[in-house]
């Protein structure tokens, strides 16, 4: 079956620095996607990993590797608005979006 | 970027009557929509597929007869949940895309609908 796992919950302090782990069992794989969701609104993307290596963007930065079927998610220097859900999403053979059951990131002050 | 409106934004209304939500590429023709549905704390869960002009293609255990989906042109789709009962109460949430999948870019992943918030009383 197909399958992404992600931690379900995880706190950081404002300032810090923050990890978000991803790993995925697909039937193909044709790229990988972040997702911000904020509590009652809808995804907004963040970023999108097709080939090995690592992606930056402003304070977030998204790391893939093919062969261990893993990704995360780097954010920096955290602000309170930060505080949402991260969802991980893989594209499979299909183009079908698959989609990690989120993380929910609290952050403090 | 790409637009996707919902309409309505929440709803409240009496078990067992139908609800119709829109779903609207303003800026865009969307070959392709998608139907989520989102209960509390869990992650989204895909409904059904619909493209433009076709039948929608719905996933295991979603009754195609209780949701309706109708992709009349590029720019609308609709998704009327019939006869609705408590149990159906969520956060649904369309997105859409203008690609063929062969030709899916990065920045021309799917674009988010807001989401329409039911609750069945």
């Known amino acids: 079956g197909q399958n992404i796992d992600q931690p379900t919950e995880m706190t950081a302090t404002e300032g810090a620095i923050v990890q978000i782990n991803c790993t995925y069992q697909?039937?193909?794989?044709?790229?990988l996607f972040w997702y911000q969701q904020h509590a009652g609104e809808a995804p907004t993307f963040l970023s999108y990993n097709v080939l090995d290596g690592l992606e930056e963007k402003g304070r977030f930065s998204s790391f893939l590797s093919r062969s261990k079927g893993y990704s995360y998610l780097l954010l920096k220097e955290l602000q309170m608005k930060d505080s949402a859900s991260y969802l991980c999403a893989v594209f499979d053979s299909n183009y079908q979006l698959i989609w990690g059951a989120g993380t929910k990131l609290i952050i403090k002050p | 970027g790409a637009v996707v409106s919902q309409h309505p934004s929440w709803v409240i209304c009496k078990s067992g009557t139908s609800v119709k939500i829109e779903c609207r590429s303003l800026d865009f023709q969307a070959t392709t929509m998608f139907w989520y549905r989102q209960f509390p704390k869990q992650s989204l869960m895909l409904m059904a597929t619909?493209?433009?002009?076709?039948?929608?293609?719905?996933e295991q255990g979603v009754e195609k007869d209780k949701f309706l989906i109708n992709h009349a042109s590029l720019t609308l789709s609709t998704l009327t949940v019939t006869s609705a009962h408590p149990e159906d109460s969520s956060f649904y949430i369309c997105?859409?895309?203008?690609?063929?999948?062969?030709?899916?870019?990065?920045?021309?992943?799917?674009?988010f609908g807001p989401g329409t918030r039911l609750t069945v009383l």
């Open positions: 997105s859409a895309r203008s690609l063929t999948p062969e030709r899916v870019l990065p920045t021309d992943t799917q674009y």
């Open positions: 697909t039937s193909g794989f044709n790229g």
């Open positions: 619909s493209n433009e002009g076709s039948k929608a293609t719905y």
